[in-house]
């Protein structure tokens, strides 16, 4: 009796300290079970600083499309829970403001002190009692406090664009970065990956390491139906082929008070087998798919048969039958899971 389906290997892509083991050798389990769990104190911790650093970077976004769009600063309400932080960016985004209304204000003050003098010194110029030199340095000079204020203004913006970019730029990374950690921080909780039976746990101490990639548990599937792998005598492979119909006895279980389960052969290996035991005896391998993976008694319960499990099979051949082909356990009968 193999797995119809593959078996699963469990890995920890990440590794880290066995702090829950919630299975044993042997223990059905369900799809999407948890089997395990990993410390998540560091991930955590990982996870919780990105999370700061995106806060951060995701406010002073707000901050600077505000300043620059000359808009009222507003923040969300995902952040309203971070008032320190957002006392921090207001703080900013006023002082800001404020500083760049200053110096605006000083260079006005300069202008209209330059323009007052320059209107005096050009009607003293027309009477001949100022210089014409002077009234050129004077508009010369009032020229040049325009383009202060214009470029004042102009390096505000600018500036705060480039900081705008880059906070966008770190809102976008830290928004992958935190994916990647909450995924590592997932990760940490083992679950099985499909129905079936727990084998070969790697780590069975609490507080056990385990390195990155490292292997915690094998699982066996079951998926609703069995894969039978029998032995067929060459004199009599001459009778067997896909599709034919089966019948496959547990022998663990009585079959006149169990029964058996229905198959269909599925494939014929295309050439004879050495036995390794038996090197003299040679035999084709057959695999048989049944339509279910339990017996059921007369009082109508279930019992689940597992990988490992010795069974025979009566394959209908038409007018004669093919029978008790002794089926290989899986593993080679060393690792035989016995259900009863």
Request: glycine letters at 6%; aromatic letters at 6%.
């Amino acid at each position: 009796m193999i797995p119809s389906s593959r078996e699963q290997v469990l890995q920890t892509l990440d590794g880290g300290i066995l702090t829950e083991l919630n299975v044993r050798e042997g223990s059905r389990v369900a799809a999407g079970q948890v089997v395990a769990r990993l410390d998540p104190t560091r991930s955590e911790s990982n996870v919780g600083e990105s999370q700061a650093k995106y806060r951060a970077s995701l406010a002073a976004s707000i901050r600077l499309t505000a300043e620059v769009n000359n808009q009222p600063l507003i923040f969300p309400p995902s952040l309203k829970a971070w008032p320190g932080l957002l006392a921090e960016e207001t703080r900013l985004y006023h002082s800001r403001r404020e500083q760049l209304t200053k110096s605006m204000r000083q260079l006005e003050q300069s202008l209209s002190l330059v323009n007052s003098e320059l209107a005096i010194n050009e009607k003293l110029a027309k009477t001949g009692a100022a210089s014409n030199v002077e009234v050129l340095r004077l508009r010369q000079q009032a020229a040049d406090i325009e383009l202060k204020k214009i470029d004042l203004n102009t390096r505000y913006y600018v500036d705060a664009r480039e900081q705008l970019s880059k906070a966008n730029a770190d809102v976008a990374s830290l928004a992958e970065v935190i994916k990647g950690r909450a995924d590592s921080v997932a990760r940490l909780t083992v679950r099985s990956p499909v129905q079936g039976i727990v084998k070969n746990i790697k780590v069975n101490t609490i507080g056990g390491v385990i390195a990155p990639n490292g292997e915690l548990m094998d699982i066996v599937p079951i998926d609703g139906r069995l894969l039978i792998e029998a032995r067929i005598s060459p004199r009599d492979i001459a009778f067997i082929h896909p599709d034919q119909k089966a019948l496959v006895k547990i022998t663990a279980y009585d079959y006149a008070i169990y029964g058996a389960l229905n198959g269909v052969v599925e494939t014929i290996s295309p050439d004879t087998i050495q036995d390794e035991a038996k090197p003299d005896v040679y035999y084709y391998r057959v695999f048989i798919r049944t339509d279910h993976n339990y017996l059921e008694n007369k009082r109508g319960k279930r019992f689940l048969i597992g990988p490992g499990m010795i069974a025979t099979v009566d394959i209908k051949t038409g007018e004669k039958t093919v029978m008790d082909y002794l089926v290989k356990p899986f593993n080679r009968a060393k690792e035989a899971l016995r259900e009863r």
